[in-house]
């Protein structure tokens, strides 16, 4: 295809999409616009009546702004790739307490119906995003729906110059105003729709104060999840310890005193009190060397990440090759949140993948620290709720990390942890 014919199918491509670009932007001018044909035909008989079309043209827009935005949304991260995030409010629990009443966050309810209506609207109203969505509404047809609508009104005004109907003169001044529209039109083709995109980006995407305001929750939710995480690694280490250490020294101490008492008696039994109690000892040791190990790996602190995930990759019952840009000394905490994690999914590719074989990948880029782990397991992994996955990626959260798993179902797996740093 030669580059006429690459611009032919691009300026059709335009068109096409200007028609729908304008069909997205136009429903609250129509709406508008039937209001006001609705009063005008009944507003001499029943001057009254004016007040359903001024609801009309008032509601209108409310109702129809979510609707318009996604649409929007939707065509441009279609036609262009770039994602605009809604930044809408999420719902939260609605529960049922003990006198029967049912919380939704705001009131308490009757029924479990009339809490969640009565949420819904509540987020609603008090949404930014609301106000957000409404403005674009408004501005939308005026500016993108305008620029967008050029193409097809150009190309309509060139077809009928030139098929012999005369809107602009007769004869000749037609079919020039025909042949003018028709190069308008497919010049502009190719880039008005574009207009959508930027109108969008600049009035739909999310304000800074609806950012901020994101990232204080996001902050809250993940101060609470740090909190829980810590004591629940409290009161593991306290379990561990009183049921492990704790009992082997108190065995120990009672194995040691009953070897005095019988050492003038009968030092053959003392003799061999002692040799258990050094065994036990040996095994208290060893236990607290592990619980140690699960704590902080000693590793880890004094050789840093890469090796102590080689060090790791020795212990798992896997063929682990493991891969690394450097030693990537980072700070105590990213280390340990990412050498955890590492052990996380290898651990996952051993009880549930059924893997023989993995690959570590440890690498600084741009974007910060970028871990990868891949193993030829089963594959099928998911990040539930309540999940190992998911409080490897509360984890990571709280160094503003990230997650992802791609695990189709006969694998492989692979998983990439990302934390930016300096």
């Known amino acids: 295809m030669g580059r006429t014919g690459a611009w032919v199918v691009r300026a059709g491509v335009g068109v096409g999409r200007a028609v729908v670009a304008v069909g997205v932007c136009m429903p609250v001018p129509l709406v508008w616009a039937a209001a006001v044909g609705l009063g005008v035909w009944c507003g001499a008989e029943h001057p009254w009546s004016w007040i359903g079309p001024a609801v009309i043209v008032c509601a209108g827009p409310l109702a129809l702004a979510q609707s318009v935005c996604r649409a929007v949304r939707a065509l441009v991260a279609r036609w262009t790739g770039a994602a605009i995030p809604g930044g809408y409010r999420e719902a939260g629990p609605v529960m049922q307490l003990s006198t029967g009443y049912w919380w939704n966050g705001f009131s308490y309810e009757r029924s479990r119906r009339d809490a969640v209506m009565d949420q819904r609207m509540r987020l609603w109203w008090s949404d930014p995003a609301t106000w957000r969505d409404l403005r674009f509404a408004v501005i939308a047809p005026f500016t993108a729906g305008l620029v967008a609508a050029l193409p097809p009104a150009a190309l309509a005004v060139a077809v009928l110059g030139l098929a012999g109907v005369e809107p602009a003169g007769a004869g000749t001044a037609a079919r020039l105003t025909g042949a003018g529209a028709l190069a308008v039109a497919v010049g502009a083709a190719p880039y008005a729709w574009r207009s959508l995109h930027r109108v969008a980006v600049r009035f739909l995407g999310p304000s800074s104060a609806m950012l901020l305001a994101e990232r204080v929750d996001e902050l809250t939710s993940q101060r609470a999840d740090a909190t829980v995480a810590q004591a629940a690694e409290i009161r593991r280490i306290e379990r561990d310890l009183h049921d492990g250490a704790q009992a082997r020294l108190v065995a120990l101490g009672l194995c040691l005193a009953t070897a005095e008492a019988l050492m003038d008696r009968d030092p053959g039994q003392a003799k061999a009190l002692m040799r258990e109690a050094r065994a036990g000892a040996t095994a208290s040791l060893t236990e607290l060397r592990e619980l140690i190990r699960g704590i902080s790996p000693p590793v880890l602190s004094e050789r840093g990440l890469v090796d102590a995930v080689r060090a790791l990759a020795l212990d798992v019952p896997l063929d682990v090759a493991v891969r690394a840009d450097g030693p990537l000394r980072l700070d105590q905490p990213i280390e340990s949140a990412l050498y955890f994690g590492v052990a996380e ?42 999940g190992g996955l998911a409080g490897l990626r509360r984890r990571l959260a709280v160094f503003d990390g990230t997650l992802v798993v791609t695990s189709p179902h006969g694998g492989p797996t692979r998983a990439r942890m990302v934390v930016p740093c300096a």
């Not at 440890?362 to 998911?382: Q, S, W």
Request: some cysteine; glycine content about 16%.
């Open 345 to 386: 999914l290898l651990t996952n590719a051993v009880k549930h993948a059924g893997a023989g074989r993995a690959h570590v990948c440890l690498v600084r880029d741009e974007t910060g620290i970028v871990v990868e782990v891949e193993d030829d397991g089963r594959g099928g992994a998911d990040v539930l709720p309540g």
